[in-house]
């Protein structure tokens, strides 16, 4: 029985894969697709994460596909919005019809004579394994496990007669209404969570071992909601887009160039929003500097205002141990809580865990060197989108899509088949992914590196990123273009 075959193999039906499969279907409309789902629904990130408030850190004119118009009144969105979106998006350029869902891709090999992938999945619903083969191999499964989140070994939690529960598996019958709530952490997902559940707890407490920048912006954007009265969506999204690429391009630069001065800038905005007398600097000044970590977004300032009217507090401590009623802190304070959160971050997983070969020998994630932040050394054919971390995440992808449709597009012309990026020589290599959360150091030796230089550089530069993956050459000293081995004149 003859083995299924597409000409591109597209993992994971998020954000990312959903945009990978238009821009297939837009630049590549000859090519064959498959996208394997690990889960039975469209959507990633979006469609796991279910915890109250659930929404953007990024505006959505920037996490929105450059090809589809964001057209939703707020610009930091729900997740439910956004899982719309993505949803309709796939529905409108028939990605939806390759979906196969409850696919978890285990492996890949590559073959040289043939110049193909043999993929191997397994059916989550049925347990059969299903194999395919592909002429080039696309993953956008992110970098994090969806079965589980990060939590640390919390000493006593054992005794806490509490419920215990971490974001990314909300329990749909948690009832918080009139709560003592404590949420440990202060990230994007702790910002985001405080002020939604103040709405009906009896009191929310933010445990933070330490701060994390917060900056207040607006939940709707007053340019696009003028221009959108005034064009049509395909043409105001595009500009609003183009001026939010700018000021977060402004806005990280200057962090890098003059972190003293937006420091100062985040700190003031932090004390205009706080009640008189507010301790800022305990609960709002980390000890890095802006973007050695995310910024946090809080839309129109919902987690000030939470603060200010008394429905929410910081407590800046350690734990000490859980105790059956709550938490005791360093300090020796306890805080009572009737439920507690461990908003304490995510766990690394490249590839959505499956495994590759080239030619029978294991691929060893860590030893490989990124090209253009998109492709892997010594791997044939593959590419994996990660996003900005300065940015949105869709800004990158969008790149690396069409990046990979030009790639394409160039085999075809050039009657090559094989694209393989090659490691710089005598290079300083770093960690691909430049953050100093802890999320991505408890793990960061296991993804692939980033050289010093480009194309082997991942430069975080979205207009850069524009000139050398949309206009660049494909033909650079980063890759070497081949034939099947097998096509290949021996003598």
């Known amino acids: 029985m003859a083995t299924e075959h597409v000409d591109v193999l597209i993992v994971g039906a998020g954000l990312s894969g959903v945009g990978a499969a238009c821009h297939l279907r837009r630049d590549c409309p000859d090519k064959t697709y498959a996208v394997f789902e690990a889960r039975d629904a469209i959507g990633g990130t979006w469609d796991l994460f279910r915890y109250p408030g659930i929404r953007s850190d990024s505006d959505m004119f920037t996490l929105g596909y450059s090809f589809q118009p964001w057209t939703d009144p707020k610009a930091i969105a729900d997740g439910d919005a956004i899982r719309r979106y993505v949803r309709e998006t796939a529905r409108r350029y028939g990605v939806d019809e390759h979906i196969r869902f409850r696919h978890r891709v285990l492996r890949a ?11 191997h999945a397994r059916r989550d619903d049925t347990a059969e394994e299903v194999v395919l083969t592909c002429d080039f191999l696309f993953t956008c499964t992110g970098y994090y496990r969806y079965d589980a989140g990060y939590t640390p070994d919390f000493p006593g939690v054992g005794r806490y007669a509490g419920r215990l529960v971490h ?16 949420v440990i952490g202060s990230g994007a997902t702790a910002v985001t969570l405080v002020p939604a559940l103040a709405r009906r707890a009896g009191h929310v407490t933010m445990l933070q071992r330490s701060p994390t920048y917060v900056l207040a912006l607006p939940a709707r954007d007053r340019l696009a909601d003028l221009l959108r009265r005034r064009l049509p969506a395909r043409l105001a999204y595009p500009v609003v887009r183009g001026k939010n690429v700018l000021l977060g391009t402004v806005n990280y630069q200057l962090s890098r160039r003059a972190p003293k001065v937006v420091r100062s800038f985040l700190l003031r905005a932090a004390k205009g929003r706080l009640p008189a007398g507010y301790d800022v600097d305990r609960h709002f000044s980390p000890r890095y500097d802006p973007w050695d970590q995310r910024l946090c977004v809080a839309p129109d300032g919902d987690l000030f205002a939470a603060l200010a009217a008394g429905r929410a507090s910081v407590v800046t401590d350690t734990v000490d141990t859980f105790t059956p009623g709550g938490i005791r802190l ?7 809580a009737d439920i507690v959160v461990t908003a304490t971050g995510l766990q690394l997983l490249a590839l959505g865990g499956m495994t590759l070969t080239v030619d029978g020998v294991d691929v060893d994630l860590g030893a490989t060197v990124a090209y253009k932040g998109m492709m892997l050394s010594g791997v044939p054919n593959f590419a994996l989108t990660i996003g900005y971390t300065n940015a949105s995440w869709t800004l990158k992808a969008d790149l690396v899509a069409g990046y990979v449709c030009r790639l394409l597009r160039h085999l075809d012309a050039t009657g090559q088949q094989v694209v393989t990026p090659v ?10 992914i430049d953050l100093r959360s802890g999320y991505v150091l408890r793990s ?20 850069r990123d524009v000139l050398l993956m949309k206009h660049g050459r494909l033909d650079d000293e980063g890759v070497r273009f081949s034939r099947a081995t097998a096509d290949t004149p021996v003598g």
């Open 444 to 463: 960061v030796d296991g993804l692939p590196k980033q050289g010093s230089r480009a194309p082997w550089r991942l430069h975080q530069n979205y207009v």
């Open 423 to 432: 490691a710089p020589t005598d290079d300083a290599l770093s960690p691909i």
């Open 109 to 119: 090999g590559w073959d040289s004579t043939t110049a193909r992938w043999t993929v």
């Open 167 to 182: 974001p990314q598996q909300w329990p749909g019958d948690l009832d918080h209404a009139g709560r003592r709530v404590v």
């Open 330 to 336: 360093g300090s020796g304070v306890e805080l009572s």
